[in-house]
């Protein structure tokens, strides 16, 4: 029914959140240093996967959750001691609920030995003397204090807050529960409810006095009420059987009331309610408890949000240029006016773009289960480290981060990682690390996935590119274009295809889609010592703050965040090193110059740096370089355009934007750009050199193609040939 | 067999305006029926000759405007362009099918297509008719002469004594890397 497949859906994001929220917690969870406020909400996750389980009839699901509900109410209210084997067996047991779920979202029948072995260690935690069976359904009576045996009469005052609708709460529920407590009077106030006409059918307006004759106990009552503490005052007050009076001389017991912010103390009731006023507005700000205030939103919605101001972004940019060409007339106020369109737009911008960042702990905290559950196949002893989740990232990007983090982390534990009998002869501790780290630099977001492993067998991939075709037997690749093989596609050197590392679609699949996104990824490695993945991306795919370069009759825009300086350098402070290698001296520094001329083939431009420009800029594989262009014609906020999505990734460029004249300039990458060759032979002489029709020219190579056409394809396929080349 | 029937005035369509909403119309026609038989192909020439595609992949006909070269590609194309605010690819046909690079004017055209999800522009010299073609009315290419571009032809539809050959531009531009199938690999 699929109508019913959208509460399923919805029931499905709910749980991936909440075992997401509870591995944070169950990992950090320390017996002898811990906060009970982490047990609750531990047992208030599984409690609600285990209702919707229940009603989507996940059987499985359900029946483990279940069980591991009742540990987890067991270690909460004390009854058992939260020691080591415990904490392990909420880890386990989350990651069990965590397949089930998945298994529940494809439609197919978990796997259940892991989920039976949990179990037997759960009972034998719970019930250490044997007798193992529990009943199903009732929750054991726990409040051994008052296990005097015997009826109880209680009075119960619920008042809910006018939202309680809003929260998905039915009173009528829990009063039926009650009801099965025992002997229940219910009382009705309806004091509250205004006249008909003014009524707001959301809201809730009516309170209740219970009174109850039950042999439970005030915690199991005030279990019942759980899950609207926040948003109701609860008051449960014992009486002694017979009197159910006038509770204004009895010694209040404020024992009961499960309130977010307990300790092991028993705490006054919760403060939201102003006495008399029938306004209770939005539920408790209790202090310790993560009350965030938001709501879900379709990202397409978002998407189209963000889409729009981007094309804000471009008008504005092309009122600015109109502007411009509209010489002299009014000219100051339009300036001002453009000046203050372009701040708000920028701060639209701005605003909007922050609506989609989110922390990259949520990719991040897949990686410690994955960490687990390899270290336990391959028998390895690792320690994860992460560092940096709170980094901000656009949700677009975070949802493209899992599979390559992913195969980063398996590419670790196989092939660098050694197993500790290896590690112990290597003199290194038995307990390998990986560190995942994430930070900001330069405008962009740094990943780093760090092993202290093996560090990657040069000898071996070199053996394997060769047997594949990939280099030629008698080349002699640096040590650095051996490394870089492992992102070469169909490469892998396990020997037999495993399900862990040994498909070879790993690598050069992460690098692919991380390219896509506009980033970068890149090995280094030292033989004994450890591997390191830095992967490198932009913060936003939608907008950059750009500066305009002129190459010849091109455009390019190179971000901003990278330029560190413009220069013009002297002639004398320029070094040809060999054919392709240009140097030029900054303030006693080298740096390489890179001319866009060049490798883009671009005729017509300037090849003497000491008559164009130089824009120093940073690049996360090469460091500082000069990229050689004939003048800068200002700077630009320009909205990025994907070019990928309807022809492919070019090398160098990481995206295309439109200018304000309506035409498309191509933004540089500049990591690309420092590790690309250029394909034309070093100019002698461009100085007379006016030829810009590029319709008989076909990437540098002229050709006459009026008398023979093949001329062009012939250029076309070595220039092929030639990049095929370069790319390995 | 030639009754193939040709969309009536099309020759007085000058603007490229007016070819997309003619051509619109004729894709509209096309969905209603169906769209299996017959079927409806937008021709266009390049050099002396003239290709058929499927008028469902037409999205629209541009006049030739400038276009951003994007470096180090194949001379077939030509570079990207801005259609209304997405980066949308153009092959040059002439050079895809080896006769060298078109020298476009305002008066060439680019048709816009969509092909494998992705929206890209073909420049080809002019668009001439929406034909009307049955299935039986397309004759299988003659393996030995054409076998360079035989692999995206998939067939001749002889029109008004004109031979229109009708294109799979599907097959033209590989699904993968939006790679033109390789000429190079076979030229002789």
Known sequence: MAQFDQFKQTFFEESDELLLDSAGRASDLDPNDYDIEELH???????????????????????????FETLLDRLRDGTLTLDQTCADLIVRGLDIVSDYVDAAKNGIAPATDQADAALADINAVLDPDGAAAAPASQPVVKDAAKAEGGAKTYKIRFEPGRQLFQFANEPL???????????????VDASALPAIDQIEAEDSYLSWQFTLVTERSAADIADVFEFVVDDATIEIEEVTAGRVGDTAERPRDPLVVESATAGAHPVALPVETQKGAPARGTPGEGGEKSNVTSIRVDLDRIDRLVNMVGELVITQAMITQQARDVAGKGRSQQTQAEEELAGHTRELQDAVMAIRMQPVKSVFMRMPRLVRDLSRKLNKNVNLVMKGEQTEVDKTIIEELADPLTHMVRNSLDHGIETPEQRRAAGKPEVAEIILSAEHRHGRIVIQAMDDGRGIDRDRVRSKAIEKGLIAADSNPSDEEIDNLIFAPGFSTAAEVTDVSGRGVGMDVVRTKIQNLGGRVIVQSRPGEGTRFVLTLPLTLAVLDGMVVSVGSEEYIIPLTSIIETVRPATKDIRRIDANFDTFAMRGEHLRLIYLSRVFNVRGAITDPSKGLVVVVDTEAAGRVGIVVDELLGQQQVVLKSIDENYRSVEGVSGATILGSGRVSLILDLDGLSEMRSFAPLPVDDADDTETDTDTELNGVETDSDTDPNAAHIAAAATETFEMGAKA | MSDTSVQAGMDDIESPEGLTKA?????????ASGNLDPQQFVSFTVGAEEYGIDIMQVREIKGWTEVTLLPNQPPHMRGVMNLRGVIVPIYDMRARFGQGMTEATATHVVIIVQVHDKTVG????????????????????????YSENARFLEG?????????????????????????TDLTADAA
């Open chain 1, 41 to 67: 909400a531990l047992f208030r996750a599984v409690h609600t996967i285990k209702a919707g389980a229940g009603a989507f009839k996940f059987t499985e699901l359900a029946g483990f959750t279940h069980k």
């Open chain 1, 173 to 187: 529920l829990f009063i039926r529960e009650l009801k099965t407590f025992g002997h229940l009077t219910v009382d």
């Open chain 2, 23 to 31: 051509i619109a119309a004729g894709a509209a026609s096309a969905r």
């Open chain 2, 122 to 145: 073909i420049l080809v010299d002019a668009v001439s008719d929406i034909l009307t073609v049955r299935n039986d009315q397309i004759s299988p290419i003659p393996e030995v002469e």
């Open chain 2, 156 to 180: 001749m539809v002889t029109m008004n004594e004109r031979m229109v050959a009708v294109m799979s531009l599907a097959k033209l531009i590989r699904n993968d890397a939006l790679e033109f």
